[in-house]
């Protein structure tokens, strides 16, 4: 009889592993023969982009130097999905928040600031930039019920191309002839973790997808937010404000983005050139769904993601496959994951008979 | 059940204005069109369909009759192809088939109109009957037009083809749905709860229909949780209750009896013979004694509204602490406006005094005053179907302490008192962190009494509380309903039911218009006051 058990809950074992691996065993093969179609070598470029994005120790730390950007995106973005508020606009929100970051840090190391006085302006800067880019949505959706997926890609235009406009017109280097901001110097940007290159912008962005994450889950505020987004006619019906909570959470998000736009340039880049443009929102969007909004699921999600994109960087110079292959992979994996979640809720309802 | 004395008793009375026509072709030997052999269908934490034998007789309309929740609909989605069973087969003449989709079951002759139009109303009724044919054929809409009408014509339809199904009637469309089962080959013809939204007129009008197709020889299956219209329509009359076949009336017996015989029946066979409960079908419950009339707890003077479908307007009343008011009148008359206003969630003009001070401000304010209310719109506004039935019995109380404490979330206290409000207002849930939407709707509805009628509530507003739920939710939500006014609380009954107002209220006011008609009390005269102030409102005095 026990006998009996223990082989029926191993077999449930190995089906729910199979549930876990299968998908990602289908990306792998369905990944590889793409790229036998684009005359590479799949089993090379898996293993170079391993090599390079996780096991290398310099290929590691780019890959959680560059987490912590995603993450405070990620963050940004769970905010706004659970309260139904579709921000697309992240990428203009990330690029004027990294622009205005970028003028003004240098300016404030010249007049002598301190460090730690001169990132926090940074940071606040970029903040309050990426939620200023948000008003004129958030007002819209608030106020006259305009939908937001459309304002916010407008002026996620309108935002990358006034973050050019800005590095070429107002905030030019005199120093150099290529099109760019001051540089900071590197004794003046975020502190590196113990003795890698690990930027503390990882610390940054873990501590604020855990917390965005308990508040979403644990206070009166999230849940209000959450109400608002699962249905907003039973939030006025319970009597909450849903135009402030709708403002409230544009504010959130677009400046989380905008927070992650002056880590990335204040950790990271330290400087901006005209015409970088990194499109990490769009990017980040399907990883938030594949973690389902929670933030531990997100963190995983994220380091995936940031490990594919680090080594698929080095791929592209070395093996020819684009860059952008790193987005095919996580295109595959939303299909094979939604594929896996369907029959695994087919399986529980006939399961339950 | 006692054997049925001979058979050739004249028809029951309730049931002559309707012919007898298909009733002799149901003799033992027939083989039936579709039948059901120990079917069984199961949700989460439901049996929804508990080992179902049935048999769909030609020439015979069957009545599937039973309360909200008793398995109808699963059975319909079954039949259609929607669903699948868990067990048991579905026979069609007599071979076992399987029934994966619903082309499938189109294919095999069972054709289904359901509560809920089926139709494109932007599309004529002919680019409506296109719908479903072969992609790469050009449909002649002229010769299917003339189809139409040629079928049309047999059982009596009134079909026009180039309508636009957005312009048709409830009724209307009804038939041009019936029309296109019968015209893809249906020899089982299934009307699921086809008179929920029809007029009297209507639904009588469809009860001759049916009896006409069954004539024809088609299986005509009836499903309702209406005793009376399953006495009036149907031959034969299989009773479900919690998922099982508990009981078939065979049409001799049915006809045999008296009508009042057959209602008892009925009505021990869907609410169990240990039926403790008073009489469901009677009207003239003893109603409380007129309380003492406590204190003016609620002065509305001059309620005004702006825009919406419709406004109100100079609305004035006075609620005494522990009274029923009801506000009859026919609905879409501003019994909306008059609930969401005085609840604040629409802006409104007026004033309003609860227990002497002037409230005003929105939802949350007037809720913390004491007003509270319940909703009639359960799934649009009541609950948030995702959520646990512990977060939306809080729902109203966010960030409020106990269950919040620093804006912190007190699980396990929330947890705790929905608990108990489970237990106390009987809601009937596997768990409460169950999502509410998974429940069934009278057990929605005591989640919104559950929440309403405790904590600082004093005057509740109860829009069409019972509206839509079987008759065993009915009569629990009217007892929390005297229940609550026998505490002491002023009660305000929005309700488009005269029985329930007249059971329930001790003062009756019409709305019309918008506007709101001096208070009648409920003595033995008001039944026809009242129905002659709602008729004259509607301009048809001479009825």
Redesign the interface.
């Known amino acids: 009889m026990s006998e009996r058990f223990r082989t029926g809950a191993g077999r449930e074992l190995a089906i729910q592993a199979l549930f876990l691996i299968g998908p990602l065993l289908a990306v792998l093969i369905l990944g590889g023969l793409i790229l036998l179609a684009l005359g590479a070598n799949p089993f090379s470029y898996y293993a170079f982009v391993v090599e390079r994005g996780m096991l290398r120790p310099s290929g590691l730390e780019a890959t959680l130097t560059r987490m912590g950007p995603l993450l405070l995106i990620a963050s940004g973005l769970i905010i706004a999905f659970r309260a139904g508020v579709w921000n697309l606009g992240g990428d203009g929100q990330f690029l004027l928040a990294a622009v205005m970051a970028a003028a003004l840090a240098p300016l404030l190391h010249q007049a002598g600031w301190p460090v730690w006085l001169l990132l926090m302006a940074g940071l606040l800067t970029g903040a309050i930039t990426g939620a200023a880019w948000a008003v004129l949505p958030a007002l819209l959706r608030a106020r006259q019920g305009l939908n937001e997926i459309i304002t916010t890609l407008m002026m996620s235009f309108l935002g990358v191309s006034l973050a050019n406009l800005l590095v070429k017109l107002a905030f030019l280097d005199p120093t150099t002839t290529t099109p760019q901001t001051r540089t900071l110097p590197v004794e003046a940007r975020l502190p590196r973790l113990f003795d890698t290159t690990i930027s503390s912008g990882l610390l940054i962005g873990l501590v604020v997808v855990i917390l965005v994450h308990l508040m979403m889950t ?4 999230g ?2 937010l ?2 608002v987004g ?2 907003p ?2 939030a ?6 849903v135009p402030a909570l709708t403002i409230a959470v544009f504010a959130l998000s677009a400046g989380l983005v905008g927070l992650a736009g002056a880590v990335d340039v204040l950790g990271i880049q330290g400087n901006i050139r005209a015409d970088w443009n990194p499109a990490y929102s769009l990017s980040v969007v399907p990883l938030v769904f594949l973690a389902r909004l929670n933030g531990y699921g997100t963190i995983v999600y994220v380091f995936l993601f940031s490990a594919l994109s680090i080594g698929a960087e080095s791929a592209a110079r070395r093996l020819g496959v684009p860059g952008y292959f790193s987005l095919v992979i996580v295109a595959l994996m939303l299909i094979t994951f939604a594929l896996s979640d369907h029959f695994q809720k087919r399986r529980q309802r006939l399961s ?2 | 059940m006692q054997t049925p004395p001979g058979a050739a008793l004249p028809p029951a009375d309730d049931r002559a204005g309707y012919g007898r026509a298909g009733s002799g072709v149901t003799g033992a030997g027939i083989r039936p069109v579709v039948a059901l052999q120990n079917v069984t269908r ?1 949700f ?1 934490g439901v049996l929804a369909s508990d080992a179902v034998s049935l048999g769909f007789l030609p020439g015979e309309v069957h009545v599937l009759l039973g309360e909200n929740g008793a398995g109808k609909s699963t059975l319909v989605a079954m039949l259609s192809g929607l669903q699948q069973p ?2 048991g087969q579905i026979l069609i003449d007599g071979a076992a088939v399987s029934l994966a989709a619903p082309r499938d079951a189109l294919r095999l002759g069972i054709g289904t109109v359901f509560q809920h139009s089926m139709l494109v109303p932007s599309l004529s009724v002919v680019d409506n009957f296109t719908l479903g044919g072969p992609w790469w054929q050009r449909p002649d809409r002229k010769a299917l037009a003339a189809r139409i009408q040629a079928a049309a014509a047999g059982p009596g339809l009134r079909v026009d083809p180039f309508a636009s199904v957005a312009s048709l009637s409830l009724g209307e469309r009804q038939q041009a749905e019936i029309l296109r089962a019968l015209m893809r080959g249906s020899r089982c013809l299934i009307l699921d709860e086809a008179t929920a939204m029809l007029t009297p007129q209507e639904a009588g009008a469809l009860g001759a229909l049916m009896r006409r197709l069954a004539a024809t020889g088609l299986a005509v299956v009836f499903i309702t949780h209406k005793l009376q219209e399953a006495l009036a329509f149907g031959d034969r009359i299989t009773v479900l209750r919690g998922g099982r076949n508990v009981g078939m009336i065979a049409p001799d017996v049915l006809q045999a009896r008296s009508g009042a015989e057959n209602t008892a029946h009925i009505v021990s066979l869907m609410f169990g013979e240990d039926s403790r409960r008073p009489d469901p079908l009677s009207h003239d419950l003893p109603r409380p004694a007129p309380p003492q009339k406590g204190p003016a707890l609620l002065k509305v003077a001059g309620l005004s509204t702006a825009g919406g479908p419709q406004p109100l307007r100079d609305i004035s009343f006075t609620l005494h602490a522990g009274e029923i008011f009801g506000i009859a009148g026919i609905d879409g008359n501003g019994q909306k406006a008059l609930a969401e206003a005085l609840a ?2 629409i802006p409104s003009t007026g004033t309003l005094h609860l227990g002497g001070a002037e409230i005003n401000g ?4 007037r ?1 913390r005053a004491g007003l509270s ?1 319940v ?1 009639d ?1 359960r799934l ?8 646990p039935v512990a ?1 939306n019995l809080v ?2 109380e ?2 409020q302490p106990p269950f ?1 404490r620093r ?3 007190q699980s396990a206290t929330i947890a705790a008192a929905a608990r108990a409000l489970v237990q106390a207002f009987d809601i009937r849930t596997p768990d409460v962190t169950t999502p509410a939407g998974r429940l069934s709707g009278g057990n929605i509805q005591k989640v919104l009494l559950a929440r309403e009628l405790t904590g600082q509530a004093q005057v509740v507003i109860f829009a069409k509380p019972t509206y839509g739920l079987d008759l065993q939710n009915i009569t629990a939500i009217r007892a929390r309903i005297r229940e609550a006014a026998g505490h002491g609380k002023a009660v305000l009954l929005i309700s488009t039911d005269l029985d329930e107002l007249l059971e329930l209220s001790d003062r009756i006011a019409v709305i019309e218009r918008g506007r709101l008609s001096p208070p009648y009390p409920n003595d033995d005269t008001a039944r026809a006051a009242i129905t002659r102030l709602i008729s004259g409102a509607t301009g048809g005095a001479d009825v």
């Open positions: 644990r206070t009166a505020f849940l209000r959450r109400v699962a249905n006619r039973a006025l019906h319970a009597g909450l404000a339950q008979i | 199961r989460p868990d067990a604040g969630q929105g939802v949350a304010a809720r209310y909703t719109d649009g506004e009541g609950i948030v179907a995702g959520f977060t729902l109203k966010i960030g919040w804006g912190l979330v």
